[in-house]
């Protein structure tokens, strides 16, 4: 059974800063490329940022506005999401997923295998 279990969200004020981690297992993680996807109240899926295999080939959306630093730890199966200067735009549920799970188009579609994801509130 493949799991993705996102962790590391709650109740920033704006200009904070969390880390999310996805902690997987059941899954070729090792040899998957990794995004973090997000999805806003009443908001469909966006894409954010996606690391390979190696923990190269960072890609990252606009708006990231580097603040964003996607990363991944392959012994322990983990993908990590460091977040700076939060805004309130940021609020929603940050999901990880395999990059294929996304197309070329950054548009990305929910599998069963998705988790529940952590959600991120950034307000004064």
């Known amino acids: 059974e493949m799991q993705l279990v996102e962790s590391g969200g709650g109740l920033v004020q704006p200009g904070g800063s969390l880390r999310l981690s996805c902690v997987t297992s059941g899954f070729p993680f090792r040899q998957s490329d990794m995004s973090w996807v997000r999805q806003a109240p009443g908001k469909g899926l966006e894409w954010g940022s996606s690391i390979n295999r190696f923990g190269g080939d960072l890609e990252y959306a606009d708006f990231v506005k580097g603040r964003f630093t996607v990363s991944r730890a392959n012994l322990k199966n983990t993908l990590y999401l460091q977040m700076n200067s939060l805004e309130t735009e940021d609020t929603a549920v940050y999901y990880c997923?395999?990059?294929?799970?996304?197309?070329?188009?950054?548009?990305?579609?929910?599998?069963?295998?998705w988790g529940q994801g952590t959600q991120v509130t950034v307000s004064s």
């Open positions: 997923a395999p990059k294929s799970d996304c197309d070329s188009a950054s548009r990305c579609y929910r599998s069963g295998d």
